[in-house]
């Protein structure tokens, strides 16, 4: 059973920077994808970034956003220009590859594993 963390959420501006970390209790990388996934309340759950032998991004986020891992347990999102649409509660999860590694959530929430998500408020 995989555990996972994040931490690093907050407030900022729009056009500021966060940096998300994720924490993993075991060596994730490069055994399971990786990714994170970003919820508003009320619309379901989307992806904004997922890296196994790629990284994907969501349209939204591209040129903005940058995942990345700097251990075998330790992922990142690095968040610069946000905007105030950005704000959501950010996860990070881990799945098998198996399915694929993709940004349509299903098989994450189905097979996979996730943090209790931190939350990023961007203000106008």
Known sequence: QVQLVESGGG???AGGSLRLSCAASEVIWPTYCVGWFRQVPGKEREGVAVTY?????????????TISQDTQ??????????KPEDAATYYCAAKRPLGGCTLGPS???????WGQG???TVSS
């Open 107 to 113: 098989l994450w929430l189905s097979a996979g594993y």
């Open 53 to 65: 032998d790629r990284k994907i991004y969501a349209t939204s986020v591209k040129g903005r956003f």
């Open 73 to 82: 347990k330790t992922l990142y999102l690095q968040m610069d220009g946000l």
């Open 11 to 13: 407030s900022v501006q």
């Open 118 to 120: 931190t939350q990023v």
